[in-house]
C-alpha cells in the first residue's frame, strides 16, 4: 500500500519561502511508472497542478509558477520536496502532493501566506 505522508509548515509570511516535504512508503519515486508531483486549492478554486518530477529527476512546472517554484527529491529517504519563493496571500492553498498514475495522495496541508 502506498501512503504519501507531508510536512512543513503551514504559515508563511510573505516573500518568504515556501518548503513542504512528501515522504514515500511503499513505491520507490524512482519507480519508472508514476510521476510525482503537487498539487494544490486554493479557497473557493479548483486543483491546481504545481509540477512534477519523474523517473529521471527532472522536473516539470506550470507555466505561470515556473520561475517560483522548484521540486527536486532525495532518492535514499524516497522523498520530494516543493520550495516556492516569493510566496504571496494568492499562494495561500491547501497543498497536496500525489502519484499521478496510482491515485494515491498526501493528506494535504494547509498552507497560509500571512503576516
Known amino acids: 500500500q502506498v501512503q504519501l505522508q507531508q510536512s512543513g509548515p503551514g504559515l508563511v509570511k510573505p516573500s518568504q519561502t515556501l518548503s513542504l516535504t512528501c515522504t514515500v512508503s511503499g513505491d520507490s519515486i ?50 520530494f520536496f516543493l520550495h516556492m519563493t516569493s510566496v504571496t496571500p494568492e499562494d495561500t492553498a491547501i497543498y497536496y502532493c500525489a502519484r499521478i498514475g496510482g491515485g494515491d495522495w498526501g493528506q494535504g496541508t494547509q498552507v497560509t501566506i500571512s503576516s
Open 30 to 79: 524512482i519507480s519508472d511508472t508514476y510521476y510525482w508531483s503537487w498539487i494544490r486549492q486554493a479557497p473557493g478554486k479548483g486543483l491546481e497542478w504545481i509540477g512534477a518530477i519523474g523517473y529521471f529527476g527532472t522536473p516539470s512546472y506550470s507555466p505561470s509558477l515556473k520561475s517560483r517554484t522548484s521540486i527536486f527529491r532525495d532518492t535514499l529517504k524516497n522523498q
